[in-house]
């Protein structure tokens, strides 16, 4: 958890666009701009005993955008 909120923290508090890898088929993985909707405001936890989950929605944007 510590990991995840130094990396939110590191994007601009999740209001800025970085690189990631998304599976837009279920299969294979590809490089694309994401930014989380509402930035870490649009992050939810819940604890489930020892672990947490991490809910967000996040807008994937077309790969003409991922510089290459």
């Known amino acids: 958890m510590a990991a995840f909120e130094a990396f939110i923290a590191t994007v601009g508090e999740g209001a ?4 990631m890898p998304v599976s837009l088929d279920g299969q294979s993985y590809t ?6 909707v509402g930035g870490a405001g649009g992050i939810s936890y819940s604890s489930i005993g020892a672990e947490t989950l991490v809910s967000f ?4 944007f077309p ?4 510089p290459p």
Do not use: N, P, Y
């Open 57 to 60: 929605s996040a807008l994937v």
């Open 31 to 36: 490089t694309r701009v994401i930014q989380i």
């Open 63 to 66: 790969a003409s955008m991922t």
């Open 16 to 19: 800025a666009r970085f690189l």
